[in-house]
């Protein structure tokens, strides 16, 4: 046990490595920055003070954003996705897929879970005990399951999903930013250090570096920036990119894309006051998602989750969860009963 124990340490200790070099750049940079050119190489004051304040707007909203995706902890599904006691020891006694799969669809059955694994059966992480909401995945790293979950990243040592997706995005946008304005400041000094206009100083080793290590940021964190901007437009994960989320009726990569629009509204709500700020404004509670197949109705489901006992703990998120007893039509629609009432949803088509 101690062993094992001491790894686990060394391994948690570990994965601060890349997020204390990322931290030991940015201040370097913060250093070369304000000291060696606004200090010692910059003459006009109007133009240093300019510079400055600049510099710390976009340093500030950079740190900010970065800050909150490192310490935002993930999203795990709430207690409505565990199994009841009854239904938790039969599958634990039950040795058959088959009839443990049965167990899970009888619980599903009042769930808002639309997905499943590629070979049609509920997906249930085993770790956690959970039935998985659509979009969660179990994180080995975090050892829990992750609500609409991203990817883990390394540079943040913490998983990406429902919680902070909004951070992440918001920390590459102002990361490149942050290195374009260092450029663009940077740039005329490093071409007179760099023809002999100014004379060898301690300030021109860290100028010359300055502007090659933000230019070579700049181009690694725009790609990636650009890829996930292109994501949110179209409300997929990095997991569902790569593997298209799968359906009752088969795998569908735009499964839940819902328009550009209410694409973007998803990740970064629908007041564009909040958009710019790392302030949690994201839509929904991470649990049920709108798609371009299943219309969920918040009252509905509230409801439903009420009349089956699953009312979540005091202090918790109340997932939509809606009886997914849904038919099919001949028009392209479906038709879903519950309660007596029938709600047709029109399939949109996403080329």
């Not at 997932?319 to 007893?325: K, W």
């Not at 038919?327 to 879903?336: I, P």
């Amino acid at each position: 046990m101690a062993p094992s124990h001491a790894l686990r340490c060394c391994k948690r200790a570990l994965n601060w490595v890349p997020v204390l070099f990322i931290n030991l750049v940015v201040g370097w940079s913060y250093y070369a920055y304000v000291v060696e050119l606004c200090v010692y190489t910059i003459p006009n004051n109007a133009e240093r003070i300019s510079y400055l304040v600049i510099f710390h707007i976009f340093l500030a909203m950079f740190i900010w954003a970065y800050w909150k995706t490192i310490w935002s902890k993930p999203a795990s599904p709430s207690k409505a996705f565990s199994l009841p006691r009854a239904e938790k020891e039969l599958y634990e006694r039950e040795e058959r897929a088959e009839a443990q799969q049965e167990i899970l669809k009888k619980v599903a059955r009042n769930l808002p879970v639309y997905t499943r694994t590629t070979g049609g059966a509920i997906r249930y992480c085993d770790f956690c005990q959970v039935i998985k909401p659509d979009r969660c995945h179990h994180c080995s790293t975090c050892e829990m399951c992750v609500l609409k979950m991203d990817h883990h990243c390394p540079w943040v040592n913490n998983c990406v999903g429902f919680s902070n997706y909004k951070y992440f995005v918001l920390f590459l946008s102002y990361a490149s930013l942050y290195c374009v304005v260092i450029c663009a400041t940077v740039i005329q000094y490093f071409i007179k250090f760099w023809t002999k206009q100014l004379p060898d100083t301690h300030a021109k080793f860290h100028i010359l570096f300055l502007f090659f290590v933000a230019a070579l940021f700049f181009i690694s964190i725009v790609s990636l920036l650009g890829y996930h901007l292109w994501l949110v437009g179209k409300n997929r994960t990095t997991i569902e990119a790569f593997r298209a989320p799968f359906f009752t009726n088969g795998p569908d990569k735009n499964g839940f894309s819902l328009g550009f629009s209410r694409n973007v509204a998803e990740v970064f709500g629908d007041q564009a006051k909040y958009w710019f700020f790392p302030v949690f404004s994201s839509q929904g509670d991470g649990h049920s998602f709108v798609t371009r197949l299943v219309q969920i109705d918040p009252e509905q489901a509230n409801s439903v989750l009420q009349q089956n006992g699953k009312g979540p703990a005091d202090g918790e998120a109340n997932p939509h969860v809606l009886s997914n007893n849904v038919q099919h039509t001949e028009d392209g629609s479906k038709e879903k009963m519950n309660g007596g009432q029938t709600v047709s949803v029109t399939i949109e088509k996403e080329q």
